[in-house]
């Protein structure tokens, strides 16, 4: 990865430019030399990468998706397929005429940046976890991506910071971890609520006087409409940054809400996209005003979901992933299941003024685009549009829904816990026509305890809730 400070400003036609340039090194250097999928793949299909001259050239090769990275029960090895080949002692690269990228003289491969130092798995939150190699080379680019996080949301050394993510192996938790390290901030790096549980990360946060918190939005949303419960003050509370699941502008407005309600003194909200399959994630400068993308480190292409055809700028579609500089685990046009509303879009941003691309709109997931039987025929059940419904209420403390088959018909089972002091009755009054109007399909609604609904979802022991359980035999 490049200095950011050239990265952060540069026209769009020079990125297009150094983006072409590193797809064709990465191709013929990399993934062609000693890369074992795609070299086969290259190979099978009888692919020459030295006709990818550039990024309008991508779609001339076949999509990566996550099920072709899964262990197989006659190849448990399977994931190691997509993980660079160290480099034989002494191997050195064929000499090229022309200047070396940015001018750098290109002195081959570096044996110990191809070697594995840890590794880190995907969410698994709809499939199961895919694993993904970092070698030293990756670890040096997840601290550069967060230190460039971290200066798109104007984090420096003297904010005190409570990261509530769930210590995993994943990069989500330990590229915030080395944010702070690398920017030398206090910070508590509490492991979320499975680790050090609800009541100890607000009383931390209270004990600390932490102006920033970093959490989930679902767990974010618990922690502050419980805060009174457990007896602790956000009045310093200045900024929380908003990660790792769904995140709708309704629930960032819902999140302002509540910080001004326990009293915080002021009510930044910010939010963070992170991508197992990009190794990184990405920060916005302001809500809606798009994810900014590292482009020397990851090439995204928007594509459509069902037939693959690359979308223009702020169309939406699936976020597609191509790895321009790194080892370890490497993709190409991997398929990411994420579903970007706004597109992307290569203008600079109207609010911070960089010109890096940028992810716009939510991020909804594929996998929660259901497939349903009415009564009258297939109904299209959009997941995270529920997800957004529910998230925005203020008198719903926990939910979730089951999808279940009544004879030849679906319904929607929603089982939740009010906030408290909420009429339970009311709330289903009127929520349960407004669910079924807006679905259409039939919809009941049950009340149930908070400890009930908290351990259905996992709220204490997944890296997020899990809100949505389809019964239905297919």
Same mark, same amino acid.
């Given at each position: 990865m490049q200095a950011w400070n050239k990265i952060s400003r540069m026209p769009a036609p020079a990125i297009k430019k150094m983006q072409d340039e590193l797809l064709r090194k990465m191709l013929n250097e990399e993934l062609a030399v000693r890369h074992p999928y795609y070299r086969t793949l290259f190979k099978d299909n009888n692919l020459d990468p030295a006709e990818i001259r550039g990024v309008e050239d991508l779609n001339k090769l076949p999509f990566t998706a996550k099920e072709d990275m899964l262990p197989r029960e006659d190849d448990l090895r399977n994931p190691k397929k997509f993980v660079l080949e160290v480099p034989a002692?002494?191997? %050195?690269?064929?000499?090229?005429?022309?200047?070396?990228? &940015?001018?750098? $003289?290109? %002195? !081959?491969?570096? *044996?110990?940046?191809? $070697?594995?130092h840890t590794l880190y798995f995907s969410a698994g939150r709809t499939a199961k976890p895919v694993p993904f190699e970092y070698t030293h080379y990756d670890l040096n680019n997840l601290k550069e991506a967060g230190r460039r996080a971290f200066d798109i949301l104007e984090l420096t050394r003297d904010d005190t910071l409570i990261n509530a993510f769930t210590y995993a192996p994943n990069a989500f938790f330990w590229q915030m971890f080395y944010s702070t390290i690398d920017i030398g901030s206090t910070a508590l790096q509490t492991g979320g609520g499975k680790v050090l549980g609800m009541e100890k990360i607000l009383k931390a946060m209270d004990n600390l006087e932490a102006p920033v918190f970093v959490c989930a939005p679902g767990y974010t949303l618990f922690a502050l409409q419980t805060l009174d419960f457990f007896g602790f003050s956000a009045?310093?509370?200045?900024?929380?940054?908003? !990660?790792? #699941?769904? *995140? /709708?502008?309704?629930?960032?407005e819902k999140t302002k809400k509540l910080m001004t309600a326990v009293g915080a003194?002021?009510?930044?909200? =910010?939010?963070?996209? &992170?991508?197992?399959?990009?190794?990184?994630g990405w920060a916005e400068c302001k809500p809606?005003?798009?994810?900014?993308?590292?482009?020397?480190?990851?090439? +995204?292409?928007?594509?459509? /979901?069902?037939?693959?055809?690359?979308?223009?700028?702020?169309? %939406? !579609?699936?976020v597609v992933v191509t790895h321009l500089d790194a080892r370890g685990t490497v993709l190409l046009r991997c398929k990411t299941g994420d579903i970007a509303t706004g597109g992307l879009v290569t203008e600079p941003c109207p609010n911070c003024k960089r010109t890096v691309p940028r992810i716009m709109g939510d991020i909804e997931r594929k996998s929660m685009?259901?497939?349903? =039987?009415? $009564?009258?025929? /297939?109904?299209?059940f959009n997941g995270n549009h529920l997800r957004k419904i529910m998230m925005a209420r203020e008198d719903v403390l926990l939910w979730y829904v089951e999808l279940?088959?009544?004879?030849?018909? #679906?319904?929607?089972?929603?089982v939740l816990k009010g906030v408290s002091g909420t009429d339970?009755?009311?709330? +289903?009054?009127?929520?349960?026509?407004?669910? =079924?109007?807006? &679905? %259409?399909?039939?919809?009941?609604i049950e009340t149930s305890t908070l400890d009930a609904v908290a351990n259905k979802i996992g709220l204490e022991k997944y890296i997020t809730e899990q809100v949505i359980f389809d019964n239905r035999n297919h």
């Open positions: 002692a002494g191997e %050195k690269k064929e000499k090229k005429k022309g200047l070396a990228l &940015f001018g750098k $003289k290109d %002195k !081959g491969p570096d *044996i110990d940046d191809y $070697k594995l009045e310093e509370l200045e900024r929380i940054v908003l !990660g790792i #699941d769904y *995140i /709708p502008m309704e629930v960032v003194k002021d009510q930044k909200v =910010q939010r963070m996209y &992170f991508v197992s399959e990009a190794k990184s809606d005003y798009g994810y900014h993308t590292n482009p020397d480190h990851v090439l +995204i292409e928007i594509v459509d /979901p069902v037939s693959g055809a690359v979308l223009g700028e702020g169309e %939406k !579609g699936e685009y259901y497939e349903m =039987q009415g $009564k009258e025929g /297939p109904v299209h279940n088959r009544d004879q030849s018909e #679906d319904t929607l089972k929603v339970e009755a009311a709330l +289903i009054n009127s929520l349960e026509p407004e669910l =079924q109007n807006e &679905f %259409k399909l039939p919809v009941t």
